[in-house]
């Protein structure tokens, strides 16, 4: 069974502080990690990582997979309180076509 | 950009009534994904069509069928509701079975009282 693990599960900063985010997996036959934002509504794209190695970047934003030890970061960069949402990554793979299998989410707060 | 699009966005119903959500998907999207979440929880998968053929089947209950048209919208249809499939129900959309980006819909959150 597809397995996906967040951490921390929350996390308490302060505007302009950096964080980074992780998310370890088990999948077999691995196709993608997702990177997910949720403010009390649908979750919105951030990224998606198929290659180790490659970093992805949107602004203040990048994340980063490492397919050898299966696992994934999200950093960001002078939070922000709109940055304040759940964190949610997620894993295709195995027999599936695309459904994805989320972890437990990182709960992030960015005091001003 | 044109976004998925759901409906309605609440409902409310009573135990062992019915309930159809709608989802339309992402121009030129061929896949439909149905999530279900319930509260303080991760997405759950329940299934999913591309090219309007069922492609995957998650944990969806007996109670609940699903199909996409030939305009690639799909309805859940949920029957006998209980207090337990209260949640937020969530439609994405890609393209390509699997191999691109899933962007969600804004959900339709269902409360069975």
């Known amino acids: 069974e597809d397995k996906v693990v967040q951490s921390p599960l929350s996390l308490v900063v302060h505007e302009g502080d950096t964080v980074t985010l992780n998310c370890s997996y088990e999948v077999t036959n691995f196709r993608s990690l997702l990177w997910y934002k949720q403010e009390k509504k649908a979750p919105t794209f951030l990224f998606m990582l198929?290659?180790?190695?490659i970093e992805k970047k949107s602004g203040r934003l990048s994340s980063i997979l490492d397919k050898k030890e299966l696992f994934s970061i999200l950093n960001i960069t002078a939070t922000q309180t709109g940055d304040s949402a759940v964190y949610l990554c997620?894993?295709?793979?195995?027999?599936?076509?695309?459904?994805?299998?989320f972890g437990q989410g990182t709960i992030l707060t960015v005091h001003p | 950009a044109a976004g998925v699009i759901q409906s309605p966005r609440h409902l409310i119903k009573e135990k062992r009534e019915t309930a159809t959500l709608k989802c339309y998907p992402i121009?030129?999207?061929?896949?439909v994904y149905w999530y279900q979440q319930g509260p303080g929880q991760d997405p759950q998968f329940l299934i999913s069509f591309y090219e309007k053929m069922q492609s995957d089947k998650g944990s969806i209950p007996d109670r609940f069928s699903a199909q996409q048209f030939s305009d690639y919208h799909s309805e859940l249809n949920m029957s006998s509701l209980e207090l337990g499939d209260s949640a937020l129900y969530f439609c994405?959309?890609?393209w390509g079975e699997g191999y691109n980006e899933q962007f969600f819909g804004p959900g339709t959150r269902l409360t069975v009282l």
């Open positions: 121009p030129r999207h061929d896949t």
């Open positions: 198929t290659s180790s190695g």
């Open positions: 994405a959309s890609s």
């Open positions: 997620a894993v295709s793979g195995g027999t599936s076509y695309g459904k994805l299998t």
